[in-house]
């Protein structure tokens, strides 16, 4: 490649001169372009293909240094050498501003010329790359986050990119010249004593380092930051140690950052108590401590009861609130040495710590008993819930932190089977009692997958005209070793482990199926029962539920009857309104069981859609043949208020002669009980219902 030379001369002699040298150079190949004017000149160059310049001083448009000052304007980085006479004042000052050498007449013709020449354009080209390099660093420097710090062999400040600026709050400028420490003043974070720079460490043995964590960086303005650095010695081309450069950033965000996950660890998102991992350690530490001071503590284990209901039918975000309501409750009662945490969903263990004997465990639980049994206001609801509690004792109940939970917990389900809304201490028979619970859960789940349920029906009976009305489909379970299990027996486990919701709908599917199937085989059966479980019914899609099966069955909403106990609809009567008005408008007929057992408002029943009240058979066991003033006057005040309302009521657990003749002396409309029949399987209750009942006990 042919190096570009223009030469800017009015003397066409020392353009041939020139020329000859040049052209004919071992040292090129060079191209020479001439010409006379500074004007033509610098259109000339803007074509932008020179690679030096040869310029007289004195043009006919231009002459001097201002000749020198235009080209050096138009080309700041291109090469130029002025020609001179005999008098080099004005090719000396050329080269005060920016030219790189002169060439005096007499020497044109030089050998040295063309060497000379192509030095300087190829030492420009070096210096432009090295300029290109020096930019490209710094552009780099100032476009990373980390922070870098130069300093010269002293410890004195001689660089800093932009974030340096930002981090320290000191300018470039300013930090110039000042020693490392007075711009970077170090202390531990824990101490709050100085540290040493380790720039001063670098430049003593020559090696690299890094700070110790829990280093701190006082700014220019007094603030603080927590910062991470690695710091590296500088040598020069012989390798001579020449500096130091400190590369750091702050890490005062990713601490706070860190810190937050291991909070969140060991700490419940929702509630922000201590969770099972955390609680274990503080169980496993008081137990040394117990240990060592000859002293108990206690596991306290709560399940809120009736929870579920609340979640499904008020919605997952009342349902948090009210989680956060019981925490500041649960907290508000214990010391603050003991321990509250969450497990996950509505179950919370608290640790009772330094205990001298168990009292202080019962003291405890009685405050959190009657804590939880306020009302709590959760946006324009005013929620209802109690806890059962079960407490395991160290050393008595367990020498680890697993099993103290473990016996809490297994005598929290103890409290829930003596009717919640209770605490009970653990005893080693809970754990056979646990266990079977734990099989019976188990076999509940394959139940359905292996058809061991059935649906046995029990008649209602007109008692004026003795005729078949309807029946209620009860639930039966035969395990394949256990024979035939006790509804008693399961029920419960399976509302409380969420099983209950898929027998619920195979129940309701199972007895509308058999009752369209009599129907159409002529049958007469005005309605069949169902209950629905209180889970059941708090569902969301509980009502999209039953709508699906009628059209899945084909049943007119007519012929069923749903039946909820009166526990269940006062537990959040507002919500119960609209679930039994949305019921109503399908068609389908509501009853009341067990009335009398849940204290309903007067007000509320007469707000609920009610077809039905059905009479708890505890109230009908109380009627006596021998009477007295008191013999079944709660009976007697249901059939009266029922009658007012205009609701059909129906007696359960009828068994007697007397209790019959009771019931139909006060115009009660239905009954339902062994006096007529037991629960029959579908087959037999078929031949019932084509046979009718003809007992004299109707006569």
Known sequence: MAYQILILTPEMADVKVLQDVLCKTKDGPYQV??????????????????????????????????????????????????????????????????????????????????????????????????????????????????????????????????????????????????????????????????????????????????????????????????????????????????????????????????????????????????????????????????????????VLFLDLDNFKHINDSLGHATGDKLLQSVTERLCACVRSSDTVSRQGGDEFVILVTDDKSAENAAFTAEKLLKSLAESHKIAKNELYVTTSIGISVYPADGQDAETLIKNADTAMYQAKDRGRNNYQFFKQDMNVRAVERQVIEANLRLALVRNEFSLHYQPKINLESGAITGAEALLRWTHPQWGMVPPIRFIGIAEECGVIVPIGRWVLREACAQTKQWQDAGLRIASISVNISAVEFRRQDFIEGVRNILMETGLEPACLQLEITESVLMHNAEGSISILQQLKEMGIQLAVDDFGTGYSSLSYLNQFPIDVLKIDQSFVQEIKSSKTDNDGIIVSAVIAMGNSLKQKVIAEGVEELSQLAFLKERHCEEGQGYIFSRPLAARQFAKLLSLGISSPILN
């Not at 991470?228 to 950033?249: R, Y």
């Open 33 to 298: 372009t001439s010409e006379t004017h500074l004007s033509t000149a610098l259109r000339h160059l803007k074509k932008g293909n020179t690679d030096a310049i040869l310029v007289d001083l004195s043009l006919p448009d231009s002459t001097g240094l201002a000749t020198f000052n235009a080209l050096i304007a138009a080309v700041p980085k291109m090469p130029i050498l002025t020609l001179c006479g005999t008098d080099e004042t004005l090719a000396m000052e050329a080269v005060q501003l920016g030219s790189q050498g002169y060439l005096s007449k007499g020497h044109f013709a030089s050998y040295l010329v063309p060497q000379s020449l192509r030095n300087i354009i190829q030492r420009k080209a070096v210096e432009e790359s090295v300029y290109i390099d020096k930019a490209r660093a710094e552009i780099t420097l100032n476009s990373i986050s980390d922070a870098v710090i130069g300093t010269d062999m002293g410890g004195n400040v001689d660089y800093l990119n932009v974030a340096a600026e930002h981090m320290t709050l000191w300018t470039r400028e300013e930090a110039r010249g000042k020693p490392i420490t007075a711009v970077m003043p170090l202390f531990n974070s824990n101490t709050r004593l100085p540290k040493t720079n380790p720039v001063a460490m670098v430049l003593q043995q020559d090696m690299a380092t890094i700070l110790t964590p829990g280093t701190i960086l006082i700014r220019r303005d007094g603030s603080e930051v927590a910062i991470e650095d690695s710091t590296a010695p500088i040598h020069d081309s012989s390798g001579k140690l020449a500096g130091a450069v400190m590369v750091f950033h702050d890490i005062t965000a990713s601490q706070a950052m860190a810190l937050k996950m291991a909070h969140l660890a060991q700490h419940d998102f929702l509630t922000n108590l201590p969770n099972r991992a955390l609680l274990n350690d503080r169980i496993s530490q008081a137990i040394g401590l117990a240990k060592r001071r000859d002293t108990h503590l206690a």
